[in-house]
């Protein structure tokens, strides 16, 4: 169940927090993921933490973002429609 990865008050939210970089933004996280309730999900948690998102559905079009959005990190599926999540991670 989801409920149990949220946080049960206002300072709860504020331990996960994540820290910013000197211009004051929030870490990159490029989600690729075919799936789009999975996809949801990841940007749903992970924006709740303050963290900024950019989405993937495939291997071009994470590449293309990887290269405008400069990731922090990237979480990458391995079975994509259009490609391997291994040959796009190379």
């Known amino acids: 169940m989801v409920s149990s990865f949220l946080p049960n ?3 709860d939210l504020k331990n996960l927090m ?3 970089d000197a211009a004051g933004r929030a870490p ?3 989600v690729v ?3 789009p309730d999975s996809r949801f ?6 924006g709740m933490w303050k963290y900024r998102v ?3 559905k495939d291997g071009a079009e994470a590449l293309r973002l990887a290269e405008q959005t ?4 990237i979480l990458m599926d391995v079975k994509l429609p ?7 991670t190379k």
């Open 41 to 46: 999900m990841l940007k749903y948690l992970l």
């Open 18 to 20: 994540v820290s910013r």
């Open 82 to 88: 259009d490609t391997d999540g291994f040959v796009v």
């Open 54 to 56: 950019a989405e993937a």
């Open 28 to 30: 990159m996280v490029l």
């Open 70 to 73: 400069n990731p922090d990190l």
């Open 33 to 35: 993921e075919d799936d």
């Open 9 to 11: 008050a206002d300072s």
